[in-house]
């Protein structure tokens, strides 16, 4: 038994020069994509920002302190 040649059929794909909308598909419909991302994960995004956010909000908060302690 030998091996036996098998025809193949080679697909090539070619951007139009006349049409090269590349990343149009991305920008289509964004906010309506972000809200649907955001309503689906808010539980997610809530866990991650708020530790952020108090995380800020206590470094500023100590920073003004510090200054008013040093002012006079």
């Not at 920002?49 to 920073?63: D, E, M």
């Amino acid at each position: 038994m030998g091996k036996q040649p098998v025809k193949m059929r080679a697909v090539v794909y070619a951007l139009s020069p006349f049409q090269q909308k590349i990343m149009s598909g991305l920008w289509k419909d964004l906010p309506g994509k972000i809200s649907h991302k955001v309503s689906e994960n808010w539980i997610s995004a809530t866990l991650l920002l708020t530790p952020l956010v108090g995380t800020y909000a206590y470094v500023q908060n100590f920073k003004e302190k510090e200054k008013l302690e040093h002012r006079y």
